[in-house]
């Protein structure tokens, strides 16, 4: 996997920076895109002073003009992306009978939209050089309801869905798309959802008030976990599979 060029948006959060991390270590040249550039900058930081090769780019997954402009800079000052992963993403809690327009808006928009704009411009120049892989880190809620997060679970399902059609009008050229859909992970957007102190031994044992199993491994995922998977689907070892979800979440879905 060395000298291949990565686009990873979203890489300011855990998932993300993790996922950048790793690429990183495997001496891929990685494109760490977000929204927020200072936060994008501090997670950078500690990647470039430990040698790695990293460059940030600020873009909102969201506007097609912001995500055209980006891609087009990645391949002039980087190269011609060879993986792609999608890893920015939003949670906006509530019910459904109750949540707002607007956060349903905001979350569909990040969530799948922003899936759809940089997979399509990325894949539209993967097409020509017949080779490329891209990723999208969904989330296990898509194929599981959860109490309070209809928005995050059908956006999610949404991206799931559009990743594998991709994968599937990809295929004749060679280029592989898959999911990796994690479960409860240590994240700021975990710890978001917890009241207390209690959340993470909560999340772990679960709550019969809403549906929650637990998760059987008896523990949270941590983001290298899932970048871990990332990396193995992009790799040569996961050279004939594509259009698959490969879920990182404890058992918490019993394999769902």
Not at 39 to 59: I, M, Y
Not at 86 to 95: E, I, K, Q
Not at 162 to 185: D, H, M, Q, W
Request: glycine fraction near 10%; include cysteine; hydrophobic fraction near 45%.
């Amino acid at each position: 996997m060395s000298n291949k060029v990565a686009l990873v948006t979203g890489a300011a959060g855990g998932i993300g920076s993790a996922v950048v991390r790793t690429l990183a270590e495997r001496q891929i040249e990685v494109a760490a895109v977000d929204r927020d550039g200072d936060h994008l900058a501090q997670a950078a930081k500690q990647l470039l002073a430990d040698g790695l090769p990293v460059r940030t780019f600020s873009a909102d997954v969201t506007d097609p003009e912001s995500v055209e402009t980006m891609v087009e800079a990645v391949e002039r000052q980087v190269g011609p992306v060879d993986f792609l992963v999608n890893t920015a993403g939003v949670l906006r809690l509530g019910s459904a009978r109750t949540l707002s327009l607007e956060d349903w808006s905001a979350t569909f928009a990040v969530n799948a939209q922003g899936v759809f704009l940089v997979s399509r411009a990325v894949a539209n120049r993967m097409v020509p050089r017949c080779r490329g892989a891209i990723v999208t880190v969904a989330s296990n809620a898509a194929g599981t309801p959860r109490l309070g997060m209809a928005a995050y679970s059908a956006s999610k399902a949404a991206a799931t869905m559009f990743t594998k059609n991709l994968g599937l009008e990809l295929a004749e050229y060679g280029i592989r798309c898959n999911v990796v859909s994690p479960g409860s992970t240590d994240t700021a957007m975990l710890w978001s959802m917890w009241q207390d102190d209690s959340g993470a031994q909560a999340t772990v044992e679960g709550r019969l008030d809403q549906y929650k199993l637990g998760i059987p491994l008896g523990k949270l995922a941590m983001p290298e976990d899932i970048a871990a998977a990332v990396e193995f689907l992009l790799s040569d070892r996961a050279g004939h599979i594509t259009m698959h979800a490969l879920t990182v979440d404890g058992g918490a879905t019993l394999g769902g």
